[in-house]
């Protein structure tokens, strides 16, 4: 019964999502709304299949070797040995569907799969922890293919010949992508975030790019305003004279908050890696996609 209910609703979906960007008419808003809900409704419980002990168990090691890739042994040490460290992953399990946003003008296609996307811009490092789940099934995608970009911490994204800020992961049996980056900057008329899109079915060639395959998600990352408020605090950030525009404000985050996503959480949760924030941060977050989807950059 499960089994054939979450197959129909797999293909609800399906049919609900529109091959554009972004929802453009009230029908496919409203359409998608109706698919989210059903997946919300429906779905409450998969998130019991994300918490199983040996996925979380997994999930816990390898976010401890990125750490250690970002920071050093010692703080992936402290920061494992911390009280109930998988709480944050209990927290945050989920298998409502992710919305879909518009891809935004500083796409490039064809970036380099890496997971240091740092190159020589200077911020506060964050180590991006993402796991990608077929809402489906609530079961992670192994050999999906991550691709972020953002701007810097003075609100520049990079652009040819420039490559800074913009790489791609593939997901791993557990279906995570880690990435070291650092804190987003802001730029005028858009809060602080971080653009992804995940492809599948393509592959990676040996120029180390990704190439083929199709788009069943296009999204934006967003972090907690306290956070954002204490991270522009510091240099570089504060040589950044865009204003700064609240989540609240921002018309993307507040589509997906009020319009689209049904209880989706698109904050990025992030933790300190020692006692202020200028010494790094850790942010994990899920990504539920509807791998039938298919859009266009």
């Known amino acids: ?136 099934t609530c079961e992670p995608i192994e050999g999906a293919e991550v691709d972020i970009w953002e701007a810097n911490a003075t609100g520049s994204y990079s652009a040819a010949p420039n490559t800074y800020l913009r790489g791609l992961q593939s997901t791993d049996s557990d279906g995570v992508a880690g990435f070291i980056t650092i804190f987003p900057g802001h730029y005028n008329g858009r809060a602080t975030h971080i653009h992804t899109v995940i492809h599948v079915g393509g592959s990676e060639t040996s120029a180390g790019t990704y190439t083929g395959g199709t788009i069943p998600h296009i999204g934006q990352l967003f972090f907690n305003q306290d956070m954002i408020t204490a991270v522009e605090k510091l240099a570089p950030y504060t040589s950044n004279t865009a204003a700064i525009t609240l989540n609240s404000a921002d018309r993307v985050y507040t589509q997906q908050v009020t319009t689209i996503n049904q209880g989706y959480d698109d904050i990025v949760d992030v933790e300190l890696v020692g006692s202020t924030i200028s010494q790094g941060l850790v942010g994990t977050i899920y990504i539920a996609i509807n791998t039938a989807a298919q859009y266009h950059t």
Do not use: N, W
């Not at 529109?18 to 919300?40: C, F, K, N, Q």
């Not at 070797?65 to 494992?80: D, K, N, Q």
């Not at 298998?95 to 891809?103: G, R, T």
């Open 1 to 136: 019964m499960q089994t054939s209910f979450i197959k129909f609703l797999a293909a609800a979906l399906a049919l609900s999502v529109s091959v554009t960007a972004h929802p453009d008419t009230d029908e496919e808003i409203a359409a998608l709304r109706h698919a989210h809900i059903m997946g919300r409704r429906s779905l409450e419980g998969c998130s019991e299949k994300l918490q199983r002990r040996e996925l979380v168990e997994s999930r816990l090691a390898k976010r401890a070797a990125l750490i250690e890739r970002a920071f050093g042994p010692t703080v992936a040490t402290t920061l494992t040995k911390r009280a109930d460290p998988a709480e944050i992953y209990r927290r945050q399990a989920t298998c409502i569907l992710a919305p879909q946003e518009e891809i935004g003008p500083y796409y490039i296609s064809g970036e380099k799969v890496r997971e240091d996307v740092r190159e020589t811009q200077t911020g506060v490092t964050l180590a991006l922890d993402i796991q990608v789940i077929d809402q489906s």
